[in-house]
């Protein structure tokens, strides 16, 4: 069974430029959540989508949006990079509904540096 | 103040140690508490589930949850230096269909188990 699927796994942007990072969920999954990683603030919640919708949504600001495929493939996409949204982007997979177990399943992460 | 507090460590065992990990929470409306563990480059995986206060164990792991206290703690027996990782505690306030893959975090335990 194929794990979670983060694209690209590294880059490199400029203050001001904009980027999108694409995360493809474990087959079946219907739940896409991205979290921000950093050595200061730890892993943080940016948002969920569930079936096509946004579910939650983190403290972050509009500069960080995401959507959701039918497929369930999700990107996520940051606005007028700053330097501090350098960081590892994590996204998480999981069924969404049901018995809860509390398991996400996350990607490697893309990691991002802003200059 | 953050909703779920864990000391960063770093913290270093001789091998066959018992590892004690804690986290703190202020959120009574948590109710699912998690311990995941992140190796370097890779995304956090799922180690331990609770639901209710008391212990759970799993093999060399055992995770205990206060709520009286709103403390959780994660014990390892006989560490080994395949446990040497990033230990992140999680927690989450509803999994009635609504907040499955909205997990608050702790900043992580770095543990090193060195032979």
């Known amino acids: 069974k194929a794990g979670v699927t983060q694209t690209p796994r590294y880059l490199i942007k400029t203050r001001g430029q904009q980027v999108t990072l694409s995360c493809s969920p474990i087959?079946?999954?219907?739940?896409v959540s991205w979290y921000q990683q950093t050595p200061g603030q730890g892993l943080q919640f940016l948002f969920e989508?569930?079936?096509?919708?946004?579910?939650n949504k983190g403290n972050f600001p509009g500069r960080f949006s995401g959507r959701q495929f039918s497929n369930s493939r999700s990107e996520m996409n940051v606005s007028t990079l700053e330097l501090g949204d350098s960081a590892l982007y994590l996204c998480?997979?999981?069924?969404?509904?049901?018995?809860?177990?509390?398991?996400?399943?996350f990607g490697e992460g893309s990691r991002l540096t802003v200059l | 103040q953050k909703e779920v507090e864990q000391d960063p460590g770093p913290l270093s065992v001789p091998e066959g140690a018992i590892v004690s990990l804690n986290c703190t929470y202020s959120?009574?409306?948590?109710?699912?508490f998690m311990w995941y563990r992140q190796y370097s480059r890779k995304g956090p995986e799922l180690l331990m589930y609770?639901?209710?206060?008391g212990n759970k164990e799993d093999g060399r792991f055992t995770a205990q949850v206060d709520k009286s206290s709103k403390y959780i703690s994660l014990f390892i027996r006989d560490s080994q230096p395949s446990d040497s990782a990033t230990y992140l505690c999680?927690?989450?306030?509803?999994?009635?269909?609504?907040?499955?893959?909205?997990?608050?975090f702790g900043q992580g335990t770095i543990l090193t188990v060195h032979p």
């Open positions: 998480a997979s999981s069924i969404g509904q049901g018995s809860y177990t509390g398991e996400l399943f």
């Open positions: 087959s079946g999954h219907r739940s």
């Open positions: 989508y569930f079936s096509e919708t946004q579910r």
């Open positions: 959120n009574s409306a948590f109710q699912y």
């Open positions: 609770t639901y209710s206060s």
């Open positions: 999680a927690m989450s306030g509803n999994a009635g269909g609504t907040s499955y893959g909205k997990l608050t």
